[in-house]
């Protein structure tokens, strides 16, 4: 994982600038006990948007991420499953 570190101003507005890159884009916004601030890069997508059938998928990736803690991939083991698929079978939804 590549990171990259930079400083940071927080202007008399209360806000920071983090680069035309990201214009536009939204970031949830989490406070740690210690502190520490961690913006997370998110995708909004508006209720009308959503059909029953998404917003219940939705509501249980949701559900599964609150209570599975992230781990590491071995993206190696990744790219070799993918693969090791056959061409003309593709996994439906």
Request: positive net charge; hydrophobic residues 35%.
């Amino acid at each position: 994982m590549n990171v990259e570190t930079d400083i940071k101003k927080v202007g008399k507005s209360g806000q920071i600038s983090l680069g035309k890159q990201h214009a536009g884009q939204y970031f949830r916004e989490e406070r740690r006990e210690d502190g520490t601030i961690v913006l997370v890069p998110v995708v909004v997508v508006s209720r009308s948007h959503w059909t029953l059938r998404d917003e219940a998928k939705i509501r249980r990736a949701l559900a599964w991420a609150a209570k599975t803690p992230p781990e590491a991939s071995d993206v190696d083991a990744l790219v070799a499953k993918t693969l090791k698929q056959t061409p003309g079978k593709r996994r439906g939804r």
